[in-house]
Every structure is written in C-alpha cells, then in structure tokens.
C-alpha cells in the first residue's frame, strides 16, 4: 500500500533561518507528490506538488523536487517567516488508491522573530 | 468566492445520538471525500465520491456513512456516534478524480462524543 513519512516535529526556527522538512513515500505505482499547510484553526491549502519524476514544485518561497530514485519529496526555504509557522503535511495520490491522499503525520514549524 | 462549507464547526454529543455534518461545495467539482485528523496519525480518509451517486470506502469507514444525491453535497452521517469518533473532520473536493488535482478543503468541524 502507500505510505508517506515525514520528520517528527515540532520544529523551531528563528526568523531568517533554512528550512528542510523531510518526505519519503513508498507507492504502488506512479505518485503525484503534495505539501499541504494547514495554519492554526484553518483547513489545508494546497502548498506545492510534482506529478512526475525531477518535477520541482514551488510556491511562496518554498521548493520540493520529487526524486524518484531515493523516493523523496523534501520541502525546503531558503528564509523562513514567523508566518511561515504551521504544521506542513506530506501527501501522495496514485490513481488505484481512488486518488485519496495518503498523508504523513504532519509536522509542526514554530518560527520566532 | 470558491470554497468548501461545514456545518457544524464545533459540535459535542452523546454517545449514541444521531448526526449529520454537513459539506458543501460552489466549484462544481465532481470528487469530494471526508478526512478525519487525530493527533500522531495525520489525516485518513473516511469515504469519498467521484460523482453523483458514486461513493466508496477510504481507509477508515467503520461508523460512518455518506451520501451523494447532489453535486455539491457531500454530508457524513454518524448514526450511532461513540467516544473514539471524537476527532477533527475535513471535507475536501476537486475538479476531476485525477491524480494531479489540488483537493480544496473546508475549515474543519471539531467533533465530541462524550
């Protein structure tokens, strides 16, 4: 079946710091790879994603590049903002999974000025 | 404005009481599912629909029924709630059933079963 693991949190950064959150998946078949971001009391929105293998996805700052070799999708900033503090979710979708997202646990970024 | 509605947004009830959280979407998006978040497990999927009258199983359905009579609805139903139902439910939706599609999320209800 499809897994995602991701770093355990909490993670806390002073503002200006590089941020890397790591991903691994494993998958049957061929993944699309997300980031979500849920803010506090907030749903999740979209952050980036990478449909096929070497894709980088990007927003707002923040990259992944899906690498199929090593099964990875690592989130990384090169400067991060006390905006920027949230939990960030990993997630995969594979067509013969009913296109559900399988998450990771989640992992909690704390940014301080 | 596009988005995805939950009603309601907090609710506590009694083991064993009937009810209904209601979602709905103005995207006219064809797949919408049902998550429920617990701390140090992420979010799992509950049931989701890829059309009208379409609906399947997610990883988690025991307790839980859903329904699709109309595109933009997509209610959860708990006919016979117990404590370990107590958790943060999503509704979530997107254009098509694909792989690539962003999912759109409601704000989430806050679910209690005492």
């Known amino acids: 079946g499809n897994s995602v693991t991701q770093m355990e949190g909490p993670v806390t950064l002073s503002e200006e710091a590089f941020l890397t959150i790591n991903c691994t998946y494993t998958a049957t078949g061929y993944p699309s790879l997300f980031w979500y971001v849920q803010y506090p009391g907030e749903g999740l929105q979209l952050l980036l994603k990478a449909t096929k293998a070497d894709d980088k996805g990007s927003n707002k700052g923040f990259e992944a590049t899906y690498r199929k070799e090593t099964t990875s999708f690592h989130l990384e900033k090169g400067s991060v903002q006390v905006s920027d503090s949230a939990v960030y979710f990993c997630?995969?979708?594979?067509?013969?999974?009913?296109?559900?997202?399988?998450f990771g646990k989640g992992t909690s970024l704390l940014v301080t000025p | 404005e596009a988005q995805v509605t939950q009603n309601p947004r907090y609710l506590i009830t009694v083991t064993g009481k009937k009810l209904t959280v209601t979602c709905s979407q103005n995207m006219n998006h064809e797949y919408m599912s049902w998550y429920r978040q617990d701390p140090g497990l992420g979010l799992r999927q509950i049931y989701y629909?890829?059309?009208?009258?379409?609906?399947d199983k997610g990883d988690v359905p025991e307790g839980y029924k859903v329904s699709r009579k109309e595109k933009r609805n997509f209610p959860l139903i708990l006919e016979s709630p117990s404590p370990n139902q107590t958790s943060l439910y999503f509704c979530?939706?997107?254009?098509?059933?694909?792989?690539?599609?962003?999912?759109?999320f409601g704000p989430g209800t806050r679910l209690t079963v005492t």
């Open positions: 997630a995969l979708t594979t067509p013969n999974s009913g296109y559900a997202l399988n």
């Open positions: 629909s890829m059309n009208v009258e379409v609906t």
């Open positions: 979530a939706s997107s254009s098509t059933w694909g792989d690539h599609d962003e999912q759109y």
